[in-house]
Structure formats: C-alpha cells, structure tokens
C-alpha cells in the first residue's frame, strides 16, 4: 500500500513540475532545461530555514516560492537575451551552476553529503509523518498549484505567451512586449517549480545536489515532450507515462543481470517511437521545437 | 513633402537620411520618405532596391545606421517593433507569420489585448476576464466578419490559406487599432480572385477604418488599383516620388524597372 501512495506522491510532486515547466516550455515556447535548478531551490530554501532556524511550513513555502521567482527573474534577465537554440544552452548553463554552487558550498548545503534530518512540514499542528498522510499532503499541494495553473492558462496572460511562442515578431506589431513577458513567465515557472522542491524535502527529509541535477532537468522536459505541452492535460498525460512505466516494466519479468538495461532501452525506443507518431507528445497542443 | 499635404495635413511617418548597411553592401542610402494620413502610399522598385529593409527600419525592426524616423512627430527610430505598435504603426510581413497553434478567433484576440491584460495577476481578475473575453470574443468576430473570415473562427490559424492568413492578419492589426499599416506584398503568392479580394479590401479599410496604408508591391495592376502616392526605390536610393503618372510613365522608371523603352507599364 505504501508503494503505491509513495508513487502517488511522486506523481503528485511531478504533476507540480510539470504543470510549472509547461508554462515555460508549452506556453512560452522556451524550452528550459533548468527547471530542476528551481527545484533544488525550493527544496534547499526548506530544508535550511526550518532545519537551522525551526521556521514552520506555513513560513517557509512563501519563501521557497519568493526565492524561485527572485531567482527566475535575475535568470530571465540574463537569459531571455537569447532565444531557441541560445536559450537552451544558457539554462543548461545555469542548471550546472546551481549543481556546482549546492555541491561545493558546503558551508550551506553541507555539498555532497546532503542534508539530512529535514523536519516533515507540520500543518495546523498536524506533523505530516506517515505516507498516506504525506499523500493527503501532496494532494492537496498538487491541486493547488493545478488550480494556479489553470487559471493562469486560460488568461489573456498565456494568450500573450501563446502568440509569442507562435511568432515573435508577428506578436510584437500587436503590442506585445517579448522580453517583458517571457521574464513574466519565468518568475511563475520558478517559483511554481519550488513548491514540489519543498514537498520533496519534507517527504524524503534528505536532500542532496543529486536530486536536482541536469538529467532531472532532462526529465522534466522529456515529461513534457512526451505527454505534450500548450494546454493542461498535456503534461499530466506525460507525468503518467513517464512514471507508471518504469514501474510497470518492473513486473515485465525480463531476466535479472539484464532487466535494467533492458527496461532503460525498452524506455528510450518507446520514447522515440511516440515522438516520431505524435509530434504533440500524447494529448499536447504544441510542439516542442 | 517635408510640411503639410494639400488638404493641410502633416505626415503621419516622416523618415530622413536613412541609411543602412549589411556589411560592405549598402541597402539604402540617404532614403527620404514621407506618408501621409487618408492616402495609399505604394513603394516599388525592382528586388534588392531596399523596400522591405526600409520598412523593417520604419517598424522597428532594424535600426538604421543613420538617419530618423519619426511617427506622429514622435522619434521612434530606437523604439522597440512593440512600442510602435502601441503608436498606432502595423506591419504585415511579406511571409505573413499568423499564429499557427491559435484558433483563428485567438489570433485576432490577442491583437486586442490590452498592457493590463498581460499581467499574471490578470490571471486572478476572474470576474474582469470573464466580462472581457466576452467583449473580446464579439470583437474578434466583428473583425474576422469584416475581412470575411468570419465561418473559419474556429479553425486553427495554421489550417488557412495563405490567402486566408493575409486576411486574417489584416484583420489582426485593425483589431490592434492600427492607425497606418505597412503591407509587404500583400497581394504576393495570391490567386487572382484572392488578389481582388486583397484590393478591395485594401480600399475598403482606408476608405471605411480611417486607416493609411504604404505598400510594397511588384504587382503594378494592383499599385494603379489603389497607390495614390508612389516611391520608386532603386539600389538603396529613392529614384523618384510623385503622383501614379508622375512615376509610372517616367521612361527612367520603365526602364530600371520592366526594361521597357515606351509603351505602358503593367
């Protein structure tokens, strides 16, 4: 039972990622791989102010979610100079800074050993402890930051997005304001993206730079290539998919000394078959380009 | 043409000494030009003249090298496309650029957004959006009718024509409340029918929406359809201006641009 609420909480911390990524890659047409940068930034802001200074939940997450929108907004100052190809290499670029900053300042996320002893988020006086508790938790997290999503994507504001994503400049000789708005975007897409960061560290009470590094970048944009981007389901189908499939091929009943490598190559041709089919990934409006 | 025109307007678009190279080829060189409100200005010349780098410049999308242009006395040479959209100035691009993932309906939408409505926090205003969305959806339809687009409001932008994108780009950038549009080639790649179309639709906005026009046309049928006011552009340099008749039936004219030595210019 535990297994399955504990992969119902990750599916809910990632629904969160993906839902926060999408409005950056499926809204905005930037296609970040940073986004577990954000993450781990959420995640650190957690475990340091309620492990060092006992600060509750409820003081913490505000925090976590200004930290990522300051952060997403310095990033998007620096990074927005650049557009497609040049983007994509400056958020690889500042993932791997954000890695090699929690790596080696170890004075302040104590590097390589982690941090470990993370107090569970407390809500009401209730300590969330126990997994089906957890569950609740995220749950409940999840939806709130869906229903944020939502309305965030039925706006005029993702409508703006939407028509830069589709042509810049055509978007431009309608007033719309690129620089402005993709900054816009990025200051949401982080500081969303810290709230599963502060789930996680409270879940799993350890973190270490491992959990945010540039193949969890990776990931969270496959997530999205994969179930599809520019609408809301998009990203939920991708979540599914990409995170009930290596469980389900556990039970596949491949030999031992092969069945990892062959669930990994099983998983990579799946992926390269549904991109090659479904330019849209599973249920997406956009394709990534 | 640098004060008032007949009935006693001043210019709407003003640009003086433009110039602008891309390396050692020089595009345009001391380029004067004047548009004025309530007129079709037609700007012609043969290809690589530096039509579409001088209306790049006037929208914003390149910087001269030197010179001004300013919009409503306003000098908005270093202003960003964006901002010169906001002062009323709209371009059509020779290759169009609609918003293929948007419904058609969207794509005139988002022209009719305001700076408030690209908020986050509009995302929050549920009451306000839902009454604005409203008055947008029966403005987008007002706009998609006018340019004939109206059944194809549900289409995704990137099923249309590329007739049909002309359209509706044009319907876009009325939306926007486009004071003076800058149209490259708008009857470029069309069908004849389309082509018509285009010209009465041309007329039918200056005449109806109190909107000026400059365009940049080979098609010469379409240039004596609508041009009250040419420029002809060659290597970089305003050759000659004037009336249809002053620049059409010039023989230097003829002969830079069809080779032509007598007869008339279609």
């Not at chain 1, 791997?96 to 006086?125: C, D, E, K, Q």
């Not at chain 2, 640009?15 to 602008?20: H, S």
């Not at chain 2, 270093?78 to 371009?91: Q, T």
Request: aromatic share 10%; glycine share 10%.
């Amino acid at each position: 039972m535990n297994y399955l609420l504990h992969i119902c909480i990750m599916l809910a911390i990632y629904g969160m990622l993906a839902s926060s990524a999408n409005l950056l890659i499926g809204y905005s047409g930037l296609l970040t791989m940073a986004h577990a940068a954000f993450y781990g930034l959420g995640a650190y802001v957690y475990a340091l102010l309620s492990l060092h200074f006992n600060w509750p939940f409820w003081a913490t997450l505000p925090c976590a979610v200004a930290a990522g929108a300051l952060v997403g907004w310095l990033f998007g100052l620096a990074a927005l100079r650049f557009r497609n190809e040049t983007f994509v290499l400056a958020t690889i670029g500042f993932q791997m800074i954000v890695y090699v900053v929690l790596y080696n300042w170890t004075g302040l996320t104590r590097g390589p050993y982690g941090i470990s002893g993370i107090p569970h988020p407390a809500v009401f006086g209730c300590r969330i402890e126990t997994v089906p508790q957890f569950f609740l938790f995220a749950a409940v997290m999840f939806l709130i930051v869906l229903g944020i999503s939502v309305l965030l994507c039925r706006s005029s504001f993702a409508l703006s997005l939407k028509a830069l994503r589709d042509n810049e400049a055509a978007a431009q000789t309608l007033g719309i304001p690129p620089r402005r708005q993709y900054i816009r975007a990025m200051i949401v897409g982080s500081a969303l993206a810290a709230i599963p960061g502060v789930c996680f560290a409270g879940y799993v009470t350890y973190i270490d730079p491992t959990s945010f590094t540039l193949q969890e970048s990776i990931f969270i944009a496959s997530i999205l290539l994969v179930g599809g981007s520019g609408n809301i389901k998009g990203p939920l189908c991708g979540v599914l998919f990409m995170l009930i499939l290596p469980e389900v091929m556990r039970f596949v009943g491949l030999p031992d000394a092969i069945a990892a490598n062959m669930r990994e190559i099983i998983y990579g041709l799946l992926l390269i078959v549904l991109m090659y089919f479904r330019p849209r990934g599973l249920a997406g409006e956009y394709a990534v380009k | 043409m640098n004060g008032t025109d007949r009935n006693g307007r001043a210019p709407l678009l003003l640009a003086r000494n433009i110039a602008k190279s891309f390396g050692d080829f020089r595009a345009l060189r001391d380029v004067d030009v004047t548009v004025f409100p309530g007129r079709i200005t037609a700007f012609v010349g043969p290809n690589g003249a530096g039509k579409t780098t001088l209306f790049h410049i006037l929208s914003g999308n390149l910087r001269p090298d030197r010179g001004r242009v300013l919009l409503d006395g306003v000098d908005i040479t270093r202003f960003e496309p964006w901002r010169i959209a906001w002062m009323g100035m709209g371009k059509l691009y020779q290759d169009v650029r609609i918003f293929e993932g948007l419904s058609v309906l969207d794509n005139v939408k988002a022209a009719l957004l305001e700076p408030s409505d690209y908020s986050i926090l509009s995302a929050f205003r549920l009451r306000r959006f839902a009454a604005a969305e409203r008055t947008r959806n029966d403005e987008a339809m007002h706009y998609l009718e006018y340019v004939g687009l109206g059944e194809f409001a549900k289409k995704r932008g990137g099923e249309l024509s590329f007739g049909q994108q002309k359209l509706l780009a044009i319907a876009r950038l009325l939306a926007h409340g486009s004071r003076l549009l800058l149209l490259d080639e708008p009857t470029a790649a069309l069908s004849p029918v389309m082509t018509e179309n285009m010209i009465s639709l041309i007329r039918k906005i200056t005449e109806e929406q109190n909107v000026s026009v400059a365009l940049i046309e080979h098609n010469m049928r379409v240039v004596r359809n609508l041009a009250s006011y040419i420029y002809f552009l060659h290597e970089g340099t305003v050759f000659c201006h004037g009336t249809q008749s002053c620049v059409l039936e010039n023989p230097e004219v003829r002969e830079l641009y069809m080779g032509l030595s007598g007869g008339r210019m279609e």
